[in-house]
């Protein structure tokens, strides 16, 4: 699979050559703070499969695990795009609606169901965990 996908404004950039090692919707305290709404999806590649364009910030915070959370974010328009974990150097992932054709994305999987606001809805065929898998 080859996927193109930007920040809003456009500054930021990237290809993906590689299909996603795993796709996740999740429903915790920090992904709902980060997005502004009720949940976050992403795709996650093998770091080599990514190149990236254009300069980001980045933020760091504690995962329930004790795992370093950095997330990337553009430093003209905030839009939040990319994602790692210390507990998985090799893997990225990508804010999946920062993809320019997402067309392909199917979570296989729904996280901390049990801080899932009740307006948000989800599909109930999908896997899903009332907290990390
Ligand atoms: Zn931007
Ligand atoms: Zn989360």
């Known amino acids: 699979m080859k996927l193109t996908g930007s920040c809003h404004c456009g500054a930021v950039t990237y290809q993906v050559d590689g ?56 430093t003209v328009c905030g839009s939040r795009l990319f994602a790692e974990n210390s507990a998985s150097p090799q893997i990225i992932g990508i804010a999946v609606g920062s993809f320019d054709d997402s067309s392909w994305f199917k979570p296989e999987v729904i996280l901390y169901n049990a801080e899932r606001p009740e307006w948000d809805k989800i599909d109930k065929t999908i896997t899903t965990h009332e907290q990390m898998q």
């Open 19 to 74: 299909s996603p090692v795993r796709m996740a919707q999740c429903h915790c305290n920090a992904c709902r703070k980060i997005t502004g709404t009720g949940h976050n999806v992403q795709a996650f590649f093998k770091r080599e499969q990514v190149a990236i364009s254009g300069k980001t910030n980045t933020h760091d915070s504690t995962s329930d695990k004790d795992n370093k959370r950095t997330r990337h974010f553009c």
